[in-house]
């Protein structure tokens, strides 16, 4: 089946830059939903379809294969990675420590306007309970917005870097039918508060306990998955089983 690309020819100026278009355009496919995990992702395709030739495509994705994002198998093909449970822990740690020292910084030295736009992204999140699509998406953006808005550069190069995989977990935990959990509200609402009032100990705890606590829940339906067959589909569909 045919992937809608859009056309990157003549849209880079060297190899490496073109490289990265094509690894975007393949997150951004799976951020929307358009490519899901397991999908297996062939190259020659890809290539055809954004007009451009086999090598920054190959390129694309080994670099996407390096941030966890595809899982190439020799022999086999090139596919959308799941979640892996041995990640999990590892996964989670790294999240709340770069959330953790967002959430201190922005206590610390964070504007009114800054401020501002997070609680706006907290409101909306409020207001979006019944729609638990659109309370994933807000979740995902109220936590990159909390790193963007730090300004500083190499904290949120590497949330961006994770960001297919925490959009992964999100997906994965919430499952997307059924409503949003009041719990998870509050403990975003914690780490504004504690911004806001300006207690960067605080709010670095709070943010860390918020990944604990998300990386927690997400164990413990994968726990119950291989034990009760009842795990709905859509986790399912993003996990590998536990190893033996």
């Not at 409101?123 to 963007?148: R, T």
Request: charged share 25%.
């Amino acid at each position: 089946m045919a992937i809608p690309f859009i056309s990157v020819k003549d849209q880079a100026a060297d190899k490496q830059s073109l490289v990265e278009q094509v690894a975007g355009i393949l997150r951004e496919m799976f951020l929307n939903g358009e490519l899901i995990p397991g999908q297996r992702l062939i190259e020659t395709e890809i290539a055809e379809q954004l007009e451009v030739s086999r090598g920054p495509v190959r390129d694309a994705l080994k670099l996407l294969q390096e941030e966890g994002f595809v899982r190439i198998e020799p022999r086999k093909g090139t596919f959308i990675a799941k979640l892996r449970y041995e990640d999990l822990y590892d996964f989670y740690l790294l999240r709340g420590a770069i959330e953790g020292l967002g959430a201190r910084i922005l206590a610390e030295k964070g504007s009114t306007e800054q401020i501002e736009q997070l609680e706006a992204c907290l409101n909306e999140l409020c207001e979006s309970l019944d729609d638990l699509k659109k309370f994933a998406q807000l979740d995902m953006h109220f936590h990159e917005l909390l790193c963007q808005l730090t300004g500083h550069k190499w904290l949120y190069k590497q949330w961006l870097s994770m960001k297919t995989y925490i959009w992964l977990f999100i997906q994965a935990s919430q499952t997307l039918d059924t409503p949003g959990d009041p719990g998870m509200l509050e403990s975003h609402t914690e780490i504004y508060q504690a911004i806001r009032y300006g207690l960067p100990s605080l709010a670095e705890q709070a943010a860390q306990r918020h990944s604990i606590v998300a990386g927690e829940h997400m164990r413990l339906i994968w726990d119950q998955g291989s034990e009760d067959t009842q795990i709905p589909l859509t986790i399912k569909n993003h996990i590998d089983e536990k190893d033996a």
